[in-house]
């Protein structure tokens, strides 16, 4: 996970670098700074050559480690590759037209990573989704239950749900969400590192949480192997504390 973040700090740091970079570089070619462009070629020829190779390590690591590629990851890949030659070609023959189409994919690209979206719109809290129940009973999955009966979750108060559980099993949910989620989500919910969801906003229900905590999304993985049973429906139950 540790490894996941750090790949994901340096790919957004270089990605913005080469954005600068490269927009200082459309700018001179289109203020006609012919000279200046030349020299700052000459110069960023080896940052170029930088950038580009950090740009595919982490981003191919990280699209290796993607729980499931959306179509809009897709798409980030396929106009990345289609502009970096765009934008090659477009520098090196001082062409102003390429130079500007390839900014303004790269501007797109960047728009949908960070949104998530190819429209650039971030989405709403997610709803809730039907996944089979667990054959295990517990306290948490008591008050999934009561929202399938009728009541939605969002009704169910946060205290009642850390009153279903022990102090131990607060304490230790806690634990590993502090070890395990806090680095992406915060320690209250709403960092968002990375796409990971906002925990405040969330609709998730306790069962899906539960099947992401299992399971993973996204760049988030998949936590079954390292948890018990009752470790994850407790983390689970843990994150409907945080929701506002």
């Given at each position: 996970?540790?490894?996941?973040?750090?790949f994901?700090?340096t790919?957004?740091?270089v990605?913005v670098?080469?954005?600068?970079?490269?927009?200082?570089?459309?700018?001179l070619?289109?203020?006609n700074k012919?000279?200046?462009?030349?020299?700052a070629?000459?110069?960023?020829?080896?940052?170029?050559i930088?950038?580009g190779t950090l740009?595919?390590i982490?981003?191919?690591?990280l699209?290796?480690n993607y729980n499931?590629?959306?179509?809009w990851?897709?798409?980030k890949?396929?106009?990345v590759?289609?502009a970096?030659?765009?934008?090659?070609?477009?520098i090196?023959?001082?062409?102003?037209?390429m130079?500007?189409?390839?900014l303004?994919?790269?501007l797109?690209?960047?728009?949908?990573?960070?949104?998530k979206?190819?429209?650039m719109k971030?989405?709403?809290p997610v709803?809730?989704a039907?996944i089979?129940?667990?054959?295990?009973?517990?306290?948490?999955?008591?008050?999934?239950?009561a929202?399938?009966?009728g009541l939605s979750?969002s009704a169910?108060?946060h205290?009642?749900?850390v009153?279903a559980?022990?102090?131990?099993?607060?304490?230790?949910?806690?634990?590993?969400?502090?070890?395990?989620c806090?680095?992406c989500?915060g320690?209250?919910?709403?960092?968002?590192?990375g796409?990971?969801?906002d925990?405040?906003?969330?609709?998730?229900?306790?069962?899906?949480r539960?099947?992401?905590?299992?399971?993973?999304?996204g760049?988030?993985?998949?936590f079954?192997?390292?948890l018990s049973?009752?470790?994850?429906?407790?983390?689970?139950?843990?994150?409907?504390?945080?929701?506002?």
């Amino acid at each position: 996970m540790q490894a996941t973040v750090a790949f994901l700090h340096t790919h957004v740091l270089v990605v913005v670098l080469f954005l600068l970079l490269f927009t200082f570089k459309t700018v001179l070619l289109l203020l006609n700074k012919r000279e200046t462009l030349a020299k700052a070629r000459n110069k960023t020829k080896v940052l170029d050559i930088i950038f580009g190779t950090l740009i595919l390590i982490t981003g191919g690591y990280l699209l290796f480690n993607y729980n499931g590629v959306p179509g809009w990851l897709i798409t980030k890949v396929v106009l990345v590759l289609i502009a970096i030659p765009i934008g090659i070609v477009g520098i090196k023959r001082e062409n102003k037209v390429m130079a500007i189409l390839s900014l303004l994919i790269f501007l797109y690209v960047y728009g949908v990573a960070e949104t998530k979206s190819l429209t650039m719109k971030k989405p709403g809290p997610v709803e809730n989704a039907t996944i089979s129940p667990k054959a295990d009973k517990t306290p948490e999955t008591d008050a999934v239950e009561a929202s399938d009966a009728g009541l939605s979750e969002s009704a169910v108060a946060h205290e009642e749900i850390v009153a279903a559980m022990s102090e131990a099993q607060l304490a230790n949910a806690k634990a590993v969400y502090t070890q395990l989620c806090e680095t992406c989500h915060g320690a209250d919910g709403a960092k968002g590192l990375g796409g990971a969801a906002d925990l405040h906003i969330s609709n998730l229900s306790l069962k899906d949480r539960l099947n992401v905590i299992e399971n993973g999304r996204g760049l988030m993985p998949a936590f079954g192997s390292q948890l018990s049973d009752e470790e994850a429906e407790a983390l689970a139950a843990y994150t409907m504390t945080l929701k506002k």
